[in-house]
Every structure is written in structure tokens, then in C-alpha cells.
């Protein structure tokens, strides 16, 4: 029997939103309604300096808040970064690790991203593992072993189903408005089962598996009815409650 994995629609804001935008998540939080949470999880990263705020808001709300990155250190000299615990403390429950953003601007390797996911789980924070191939690599018919190879060097040893979320999202695909068809998203999310399957065994097939690149209220219907998704990393169109909400109501 398949297993029951409760999805996930989370939103990542990137560096966008000032104080004004409170307003926006205020608006989300009033209307995501007790049906729609029933049905699938909801979160908001939004940029640490709103983390707090946010999550003050959220109480008592269907709405979770989590960060967009975490140094792999409890605390020290590391000017400018912020710990899994600091997000913890601000009222996070989860943070991104090895969003292709930061692996590309900020040079992360997947030694790095897997040292990251640790320090979540070591502070109480679910770690949501980025993944992804960029166009070249799609176009070299490598997709899957890049992922693979991803997969491999990111997810430490010690992901669970509870702990942990995949979010598999090609470089080509993210802020583009381009998507892969859906039976792309559907092998990659196949090939990406397997492989957490046979290293986490229950833990692997009970994990979630975001899909993320230019997801809208207009094609989020179609990618998120594809098996072994499990929901959606969404960033432009998580800035606008009306269109997140949108595209979360793919599973209302
Ligand atoms: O983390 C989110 C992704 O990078 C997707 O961004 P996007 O929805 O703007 O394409």
C-alpha cells in the first residue's frame, strides 16, 4: 500500500519583503483556512530580518514560518550568519539548505548543504534539501545523475521522514517561467523515491518531496497531481497570498 504523506506547499521569498510586506503574510495567514491546513501543510521563509515578526503573527494560525539558510555552527565568529538555533529561537521550524542560490552565489558544496542539514536537526528545525540540475546538464542528458550525485553528498545520514524534505528544483526552471513537462517532473521524482527508498528505507518513501521552478496558480494543478510530488517550493508567487494560496488549493 502507498504510503500517506501529507504535502507541503512552502513559500521562499528570497531577499524580498520589507516590514511593509507583513501586511501580505497577514492577509495569508486570515485566509488560509482550517480545510485548506487540514489538507496540506503551509509555510513561509521569509528573510531572517522577518522571521520573528512572522512567526509572531502566525500563532494560532494554519501557517508555519522557516528560514532560507543556517550557518552549520551553533554560534562563533561568523559575521553576517545566523544559526539554526537563532532561527529556532525566532520561532522557525524549518529552513532551506542548498538552494541553488546559495550553492552558486555563495559557493556550497553538498558537504556543506549535508553540514547544514545537520545543524537543523540539531537545533529542532526540519531541513528542507535543495536539489537540482542546471540547463547544461539537463541538456546532457545528466538530470538525473547530477541529482543523484546531489542526493547523495547532501542528505546526511540520520534524514527521516520527519526531519527532512527534498525539494528538487532544476536551475533552468526557478524565476524563468519555464517548467519541465510533467512526465520530467514525474521521472525525476520517481528516480529521486528510489534512491531515498533504498538508503532511508520507510523513512525514504515517507519523505516529501517538494517540486520548485516557476510554480503558479495556473500550472500547479498539473505538477502537483504528479506522483511522488508532494508539494511545492514556491518563490515569486509566494510574495502574494492570493497566488500561493492558489496554488495550495491544488490540494484543497
Ligand atoms: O525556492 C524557490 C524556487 O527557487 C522557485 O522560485 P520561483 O518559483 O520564483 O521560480
Avoid at 529552513?95 to 542539514?117: N, P, Q
Avoid at 525514504?204 to 498539473?222: C, Q, T
Wanted: charged letters at 20%.
Amino acid at each position: 500500500m502507498a504510503v500517506q504523506i501529507k504535502p507541503l506547499v512552502a513559500g521562499n521569498w528570497k531577499m524580498n519583503g520589507l516590514k511593509a510586506a507583513l501586511g501580505e503574510f497577514s492577509k495569508l495567514c486570515e485566509h488560509a483556512s482550517a480545510d485548506l491546513a487540514a489538507a496540506t501543510d503551509l509555510m513561509i521563509c521569509p528573510p531572517a530580518t522577518l522571521l520573528g515578526a512572522m512567526a509572531a503573527s502566525a500563532q494560532e494560525t494554519a501557517i508555519s514560518v522557516g528560514g532560507q539558510d543556517c550557518h552549520m555552527a551553533e554560534k562563533g565568529a561568523h559575521t553576517g550568519d545566523i544559526s539554526a538555533e537563532m532561527l529556532a529561537d525566532s520561532g522557525a521550524v524549518a529552513v532551506i539548505v542548498g538552494h541553488s542560490e546559495r550553492r552558486a552565489d555563495h559557493g556550497e558544496t553538498d558537504d556543506t548543504v549535508a553540514a547544514k542539514a545537520q545543524a537543523a536537526w540539531r537545533a529542532g528545525l526540519g531541513a528542507i534539501i535543495c536539489v537540482g540540475e542546471t540547463e547544461a546538464e539537463r541538456k546532457a542528458g545528466k538530470a538525473i545523475e547530477v541529482v543523484s550525485g546531489q542526493l547523495a553528498g547532501s542528505v546526511p545520514v540520520g534524514a527521516t521522514a520527519d526531519n527532512t524534505v527534498i525539494a528538487y528544483e532544476p536551475v533552468w526552471a526557478i524565476g524563468t517561467g519555464l517548467t519541465p513537462t510533467a512526465e520530467d517532473v514525474r521521472e525525476m521524482h520517481e528516480s529521486i523515491r528510489k534512491t531515498l527508498a533504498a538508503r532511508f528505507k520507510e523513512h525514504g518513501e515517507g519523505m516529501r518531496i517538494l517540486y520548485g521552478g516557476s510554480v503558479k496558480p495556473a500550472n500547479a494543478a498539473e505538477l502537483l497531481a504528479v506522483p511522488n510530488v508532494n508539494g511545492a517550493l514556491v518563490g515569486g508567487a509566494s510574495l502574494k497570498a492570493d497566488d500561493f494560496l492558489g496554488i495550495a488549493a491544488a490540494y484543497g
